[in-house]
């Protein structure tokens, strides 16, 4: 997974929540990973970035409803559709203790521990090192304090693999965990192609962004050449 001397690995955020963006990201953009939201809900691993609402038969994210009628994709779905196409970059979502043994499960049967990866909530990443310890996971930091409670972590060589929100990431915080040994760093959601070759000159190791034209460029290097 270390990526020195080698191209910046290329993640399509979300674009793991449907078939459609799934087979478009490997098509257009040749991407390294596409990312799958996961949840484990009424015994299901649903696919999809949106929250329920209890009983309610709806979807929410920030401002934004919408009705959770019909059937949503599930992980074995995603699976499917990325089998000898690329790989899939899993975010463990929500808090059920089961997520992790059902996502584990799930990547036995489609016989995919060596084209996923895990990122999100830490307990789940922990269940899954001794589930599939194979498997890398990017323990995911979305602000400063959660990134201070990584650090006693990394100075215990834990982590070797993070994920971090680009809106607080500066090159110093790069330098520092470079330091403390994190073999991969990847960042998200990077929105356009100065972002991009900023986090690459600072030594990030993987850019999550929702432009597949962007990830194409970065891909083919003709960004953060």
């Known amino acids: 997974m270390v990526r ?22 490997y098509a257009t953009a040749r991407v390294d990973y596409v990312e799958a ?9 649903e696919v999809r970035h949106d929250k329920t609402a209890g009983p309610l038969p709806i979807l ?3 401002w934004r ?16 559709a990325a089998a000898g196409r690329g790989a899939v970059f899993i975010d463990c979502k929500g808090n059920d203790e089961g997520l992790a043994q ?23 990443l922990d269940r899954l090192r001794a589930l599939l310890p194979q498997v890398p996971r990017f323990y995911t930091a979305g602000s400063l304090r959660r990134l201070a409670q990584m650090r006693p972590r990394l100075r215990h060589s834990e982590i070797d693999a993070v994920s971090i929100d680009s809106r607080f990431l500066t090159r110093e915080i790069v330098a520092e965990l470079k330091a403390l040994g994190v073999a991969t760093l990847a960042t998200w959601a990077v929105a356009d192609a100065a972002g991009a070759e900023r986090v690459l000159g600072w030594g990030v190791d993987a850019v999550i962004a929702d432009d597949l034209a962007l990830l194409r460029a970065i891909r083919s290097g003709e960004v953060g050449r």
């Open 65 to 80: 409803i919408s009705p959770a009628f019909g059937r949503r994709p599930v992980l074995d779905d995603v699976l499917d």
């Open 4 to 25: 020195r001397g080698r191209p910046p690995l290329t993640i399509a955020h979300r674009a793991g929540n449907s078939v459609e963006r799934v087979l478009e990201a």
């Open 37 to 45: 939201d996961v949840w484990l809900h009424r015994g299901r691993l």
């Open 102 to 124: 059902a996502i584990a499960g799930a990547v036995e049967r489609h016989d995919a521990a060596a084209w996923v990866a895990w990122s999100g909530g830490w307990a789940h």
């Open 60 to 62: 929410w994210e920030r």
